[in-house]
């Protein structure tokens, strides 16, 4: 394959970013297609990359120009569309979340898993974030010892109104949800909730900001405060503490500059695209490299899967103030994941752009 022909469904702020990276930087990689609900916003992203718009994401997905699916389009249209990724046997990119309920999300991994093979790539880019890596490189060498706790904080400078608590634990939540387990390495098993004195800049009845606690299979502990409507910045940092130490990243800690007025400091990051716009990128070129090969290389349906199961829990434990148990399916025996080039995939880490991420 010379190329690998990319059917873009949805191209809003992230599906548009996607068509972006694969024209300009991702390489092996030609978008072909594009689907958006709003034809003339599908026709101006289209236009831009000499792409065909095909207005049915079903049809989209058949066209025969397509050997990929990148989707980014919501949430409630995923199950359908990865379905038919999943019919055609093509590897598909799906955005966070999987899906927007856990039945759903579990109809796929059943699919998936009866196909015997890996497909099914969701848009967990931290993963690929080299700072996220470089993390996750120290906790798996041992030198921290047992990792006992993570604290992370997740804040947006500012979001619209339809932001509500529930909004903010499936769509931001949802990145330390995967994180923690990334780092972690195993499943998270409750959450629970505070919502102190809300921000007045959020609308009635949201609670912005929250503390949502995680307890995992081990009875290691995950805080993450998420605010979203700071007014500063976008930051997004994690610490473990270990037994033998503790270790942070996303300080923003990039240009620091002293000047002659005896002031210092850097530039914090606006948003979540100056902070993981590189993340994305390699997440994107990564699934290219693997998708060639008719394989996909980072979290996979599982992984979907498990966030949406404990952001659904997160939701409950939102509403009722309660403790709650994460409810999941088992876990059905699949294909092991498809070997690239005879090469068994070390998640998130095997094309040559992450190992140059590496630390
Ligand atoms: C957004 O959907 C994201 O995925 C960002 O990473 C997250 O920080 C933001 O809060 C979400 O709205």
Not at 39 to 49: I, P, Q, R, W
Not at 153 to 180: C, G, I, K, L, W
């Amino acid at each position: 394959m010379t190329q690998l022909r990319i059917a873009v469904l949805g191209v809003g702020m992230m599906g548009a970013f996607h068509v972006d990276a694969l024209a300009k930087r991702i390489r092996g990689a030609q978008v072909t297609v594009i689907n958006d609900f709003f034809a003339d916003k599908a026709e101006e992203v289209a236009g831009a990359v000499g792409a065909r718009v095909v207005l049915d994401p079903i049809a989209a997905i058949r066209d025969p120009d397509v050997d990929a699916v990148l989707i980014a389009t919501p949430g409630k249209a995923h199950e359908e569309q990865v379905l038919a990724c999943l019919d055609r046997g093509v590897p598909v990119l799906c955005e966070k979340p999987l899906t927007t309920d856990i039945t759903s999300a579990y109809r796929i991994v059943q699919k998936e898993a009866a196909l015997g093979r890996q497909l099914i790539q969701v848009g967990f880019m931290r993963r690929f974030d080299p700072e996220y890596v470089a993390l996750k490189t120290l906790i798996s060498s041992g030198s921290l010892g047992n990792p006992l706790m993570l604290h992370c904080t997740h804040r947006n400078p500012a979001v619209p109104d339809f932001f509500t608590s529930d909004f903010a634990m499936r769509d931001a939540v949802v990145h330390e949800v995967d994180v923690a387990r990334f780092l972690l390495d195993e499943e998270i098993t409750s959450v629970h909730v505070l919502k102190g004195a809300a921000t007045k800049a959020a609308p009635e009845g949201t609670s912005d900001p929250m503390l949502v606690v995680f307890e995992t299979e081990s009875g290691r502990i995950v805080a993450d405060e998420i605010f979203v409507r700071t007014g500063v910045a976008y930051e997004v940092r994690t610490e473990v503490v270990g037994e033998q130490g503790s270790a942070s990243i996303g300080l923003d800690q990039n240009l620091q500059v002293k000047t002659t007025d005896g002031r210092w400091g850097g530039t914090i990051t606006p948003s979540f695209v100056e902070r993981f716009g590189a993340a994305y990128d390699l997440e994107l070129q990564s699934w290219v490299d693997a998708a060639r090969e008719g394989a996909i290389n980072g979290p996979g349906v599982w992984d979907g899967y498990a966030a949406v199961a404990v952001c659904e829990a997160g939701v409950e434990a939102v509403r009722t103030g309660a403790k709650v148990a994460v409810a999941m399916d088992p876990r059905p025996v699949s294909g092991a994941p498809a070997a690239i080039n005879g090469v068994e995939p070390e998640p998130g880490l095997t094309s040559p752009d992450l190992m140059a991420a590496r630390p």
